[in-house]
């Protein structure tokens, strides 16, 4: 790329996100990497932006449309959004609150939906959408309100790609399986080692191997 495309990663302070924002840069783009964590966010990129990868920091609340909207339109173009950003609590089925509940599906869902809506508005042709889901949309224990809002992220990705087809804008979604991250690490630490225990391998992803399907999902080519 000779003229950087610009790429657009919520959820980028820490975990899969900044994995995800780290990797695209390598690959070649602007990434502008968006986060409410504003600290957390800086501190994080400083490191890459020394090594020379072009990334920039802009403080963004996924839940605010004018917070999204404002960094969006400080860029000329919007190539590839990667809607990462997310939260995780763990709770039982029969102790959960309505509050927690709502909050989830607040975060993960309509999160993911306003940065999605915001940038395809803001696409042409050969743009692209990934959003991250999760293979606890097949189902769990103790987070009945995480399997129900990255459900709704599967559907509507799966909604996106269909109405945007015609502007030939992709969308897909990466579901990663149980990965190493500050989220899954707030889980009981026995409650972490079983769920590692699980994995074909024996142990979590980490959030690079996901940055690898997101780099291919978001390559012009």
Request: aromatic share 4%.
């Given at each position: 790329?000779?003229?950087p495309l610009n790429a657009f990663v919520t959820g980028a302070a820490q975990g899969?996100?900044?994995?995800?924002?780290?990797?695209l840069a390598q690959d070649g783009f602007h990434v502008v990497a968006m986060d409410r964590q504003a600290d957390v966010l800086v501190a994080a990129l400083k490191p890459l932006q020394a090594q020379g990868l072009r990334m920039s920091a802009a403080v963004v609340d996924v839940c605010d449309r004018a917070s999204v909207h404002q960094a969006?339109?400080?860029h000329a173009r919007v190539d590839v959004?990667?809607?990462?950003?997310?939260?995780?609590?763990?709770?039982?089925?029969?102790?959960?609150?309505e509050q927690a509940f709502t909050q989830m599906l607040q975060v993960n869902v309509v999160g993911t939906f306003i940065p999605a809506?915001?940038?395809a508005r803001r696409m042409v042709a050969g743009g692209r959408i990934v959003t991250i889901s999760s293979r606890g949309a097949l189902g769990g224990t103790r987070f009945a309100h995480y399997v129900a809002s990255k459900s709704a992220v599967v559907g509507l990705?799966?909604?996106m790609a269909m109405e945007l087809r015609d502007k030939e804008i992709a969308v897909n979604s990466v579901a990663p399986g149980f990965t190493d991250t500050?989220?899954?690490r707030s889980a009981p630490p026995e409650m972490f080692a079983q769920w590692e225990a699980l994995e074909p391998r024996g142990k979590a992803a980490s959030p690079d191997e996901i940055a690898h399907a997101v780099s291919f999902l978001a390559s012009p080519q």
């Open positions: 790329m000779n003229t899969i996100g900044l994995a995800i924002a780290k990797r969006l339109q400080a959004m990667v809607c990462a950003a997310g939260i995780y609590n763990d709770a039982r089925f029969l102790e959960l609150t809506q915001e940038a990705t799966r909604a500050p989220m899954t």
